[in-house]
């Protein structure tokens, strides 16, 4: 009796479970806050002033390592963040930048905004990689604060704030051709036999836990690479078995291998299962069932075999499909079958085309930023939300009475005061934006106050 099944616990062999999804929670660094200094010196009486800007917080970055195989580390620790900025100093020195927050994923991993559900980037190739969130701007010292009206400016600002994002990753492998087949098929023994990889074998079903990859070298300009994933069965979209989900794996293959078993089926049976896998394709994924497919009749090696894929070869052919007689085990009409899933690799230029070309590093779209609004409520008063106005109240420091009298200038050249009062506010009622909370006061008040 095999042991019982189980889709995630450890597999057999003893090698970790192949983890294709995980959710991750990243932050990128906060920004150093700028300093607010002034030059002291001997025989210097009224020094400038001399604050140095806050370093960059760190940027989180995600890249394509082929030594990482899963995503099992990540959905163990899904917290991840940049380094803070460092302040900066007087003598207008800056602080250090944050260090970027580098995570380290398989090749073939999707990364998508769990907030918008759109797909930021496909990390095909090998260090490819993405900055899924940058780093908080340093906050300028208050030399950079310095003009012709404002000679010494008491205030800095402080570091922007980093990001946060949640992103959901989804390994896809990168296998140029997929063998599918119901549980026992024989499709382990066949990469085993194409291919260096030495998957599990046996003769019971779901031997295969997680899907493996092989790469076949068929001459010195020709490879591919082949992926054995674990059997499917009829109601596999409904769960059964191992279920769809390692059918994700052979959704990015130019060819599917159609492994079918002629040693124990019945009479007629090998079309039946045909069949059956087929509707189990098109149920998960319409595009995966219109893939090209090299069907294979295994097993030959048994004499019923052979004789049952003589009977059925014309049945097939009046489906216009060219069934392949072969044996994993003996080798037989394995050449034609290479040959066969090299001409489909040729049509795609998939096979020769093997040369890397540059790793991509992309930057993702920052996350969505919320637009300026006001609410009133009879509590707390009038409500200013928005990404930009709650970012310029968290870059103020707001126990400075000059980086207040700043604050309240940017905000009035953005229209916020204008909003405000188009929403009716009066003098005296209550606003808050982020921390910042005050009473309103018209300084270019038209004599309405009570
Ligand atoms: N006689 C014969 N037996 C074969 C052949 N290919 C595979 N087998 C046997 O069929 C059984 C199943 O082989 P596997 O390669 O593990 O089958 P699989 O399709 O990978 O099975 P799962 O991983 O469970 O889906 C084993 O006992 C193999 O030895 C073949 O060409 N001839
Ligand atoms: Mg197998």
Redesign the pocket.
């Given at each position: 009796m095999p042991p019982p099944l189980s889709a995630t616990g450890p597999d057999r062999s003893g090698v970790a479970p192949l983890v294709d999804e995980a959710i991750i929670e990243v932050r990128s660094g906060r920004g150093g806050n700028g300093a607010a200094t002034f030059r002291r010196e001997k025989f210097v009486p009224l020094g400038g002033p001399d604050g140095g800007n806050g370093g960059k917080g760190g940027d989180v970055v995600i890249v394509a390592d082929p030594r990482v195989r899963t995503l099992l580390d990540l959905q163990r620790h899904p917290h991840w963040r940049g380094q803070e900025g460092v302040n900066g100093q007087c003598g207008r020195k800056s602080g250090r930048n944050g260090a970027d927050c580098v995570i380290r994923v398989p090749v073939g991993t999707l990364l998508h905004d769990v907030g918008t559900g759109c797909l930021l980037v496909d990390l095909k190739q090998e260090r490819d990689s993405c900055v899924v969130l940058q780093g908080g701007r340093g906050g300028r010292g208050n030399a950079g604060f310095a003009s012709a009206t404002r000679r010494t400016p008491r205030f800095a600002e402080l570091g922007e704030p980093g990001q946060h994002r949640s992103i959901r990753l989804e390994l896809k492998l990168l296998a140029d051709v997929g063998i599918i087949?119901f549980?026992?098929?024989?499709?382990?023994?066949?990469v085993s036999r194409i291919s260096a990889a030495k998957p599990k074998?046996?003769?019971y079903?779901?031997?295969?836990l997680a899907p493996n990859l092989g790469a076949v070298v068929v001459d010195h300009a020709t490879s591919f690479i082949v992926a054995?994933i674990?059997?499917i069965i009829e109601g596999a979209h409904a769960g059964k078995g191992l279920g769809h989900q390692f059918l994700r794996h052979v959704e990015r293959t130019t060819v599917l291998v159609h492994?079918l078993d002629f040693?124990s089926s019945e009479r007629k049976g090998p079309l039946e299962d045909f069949d059956r896998l087929n509707r189990e394709l098109a149920l998960f994924n319409e595009a995966l069932s219109l893939k090209p497919q090299v069907v294979v009749a295994?097993?030959i090696?048994?004499s019923e075999a052979r004789e049952m894929c003589q009977e059925l070869q014309p049945v097939f052919a009046s489906r216009g499909v060219d069934l392949l007689p072969l044996?994993?085990?003996?080798g037989e009409g394995v050449e034609r079958l290479l040959r066969e899933v090299v001409a489909y690799l040729r049509t795609d230029g998939r096979v020769d085309a093997k040369a890397m070309s540059e790793p991509q590093r992309t930057i993702a779209p920052r996350p969505t930023e919320r637009p300026t609004k006001i609410d009133v409520s009879f509590d707390l008063g009038y409500v200013v939300t928005g990404s930009v106005v709650e970012k310029l109240v968290a870059m103020t420091d707001l126990e400075n009475p000059d980086a207040l009298n700043h604050l309240q200038r940017t905000l009035d050249g953005m229209g916020i005061m204008k909003m405000l009062k188009s929403a009716g506010i009066r003098d005296g009622d209550f606003v808050r934006i982020g921390n910042f909370v005050s009473n309103f006061v018209d300084e270019d008040g038209d004599g309405e106050t009570p």
């Open positions: 087949g549980p026992n098929a024989g499709k382990s023994t066949l074998i046996g003769d079903p779901f031997t295969t054995d674990p059997g492994l040693a295994n097993k090696d048994v044996s994993a085990v003996s």
